[in-house]
T-cell receptor, first 112, second 112 residues
Framework: SQTIHQWPATLVQPVGSPLSLECTVE??????LYWYRQAAGRGLQLLFY??????ISSEVPQNLSASRPQDRQFILSSKKLLLSDSGFYLC???????????FGNGTRLTVT | KNEVEQSPQNLTAQEGEFITINCSYS?????LHWLQQHPGGGIVSLFM???GKKKHGRLIATINIQEKHSSLHITASHPRDSAVYIC??????????????FGQGTILTVHP
């Protein structure tokens, strides 16, 4: 089965600083990859998804970007963090459109 | 877009009670997901089902495709079942790339 490695687990960053969250996947090839954000007390919001290397689709306009430099590596970045970027970020993977969704343990980001 | 509604939003039970969480959606789907989010934030996929019923230990998930409704049952509930339970369905229309629409979640607290 798939294992999603996501780090760091927690992060406190000042406003205006850059961000890089990394996610790597084991146990599958050519997965669909997703970055979600969960604001406090809210549901999961899809930020980006990728169906292959270098293929990134953005769901909502925002201060963040994503990249997929390798098949099983998905990176979430920002050049300058905003207070509103605080939240819980989850990376997820699916082997195919009809397979279960596997999640990483998430990164709790606090922008101060 | 597929609309997802979960009920109840909050559920408190005594250890040993039978638990039911409901999920309704607006557009026909190929499969529905039940997820469990632990207090630390990590999310685990419990079930993906497209018809009938699935059982895993004390957890049972059922789905009625015609009525666009699914239920998650927990038999003999235990305090360790305390978590947020989330229902998710595929986005409606076109090529969704495996994207899901998530319910707001049901917060379950089981007291000893």
């Amino acid at each position: 089965s798939q294992t999603i490695h996501q780090w760091p687990a927690t992060l406190v960053q000042p406003v205006g600083s850059p961000l890089s969250l990394e996610c790597t996947v084991e146990g599958t090839s050519n997965p669909n990859l997703y970055w979600y954000r969960q604001a406090a007390g809210r549901g999961l919001q899809l930020l980006f998804y990728s169906v292959g290397i270098g293929q990134i689709s953005s769901e909502v306009p925002q201060n963040l970007s994503a990249s997929r430099p390798q098949d099983r590596q998905f990176i979430l970045s920002s050049k300058k963090l905003l207070l509103s970027d605080s939240g819980f970020y989850l990376c997820a993977s699916r082997s195919s459109y009809n397979s279960p969704l596997h999640f990483g343990n998430g990164t709790r980001l606090t922008v101060t | 877009k597929n609309e997802v509604e979960q009920s109840p939003q909050n559920l408190t039970a005594q250890e040993g009670e039978f638990i039911t969480i409901n999920c309704s959606y607006s557009v026909g789907i190929s499969a529905l997901h039940w997820l469990q989010q632990h207090p630390g934030g990590g999310i685990v996929s419990l079930f993906m089902l497209s018809s009938g019923k699935k059982k895993h230990g004390r957890l049972i998930a059922t789905i009625n495709i015609q009525e666009k409704h699914s239920s998650l049952h927990i038999t003999a509930s235990h305090p360790r079942d305390s978590a947020v339970y989330i229902c998710a369905v595929p986005n409606a229309g076109g090529t969704s790339y495996g994207k899901l629409t998530f319910g707001q979640g049901t917060i379950l607290t089981v007291h000893p």
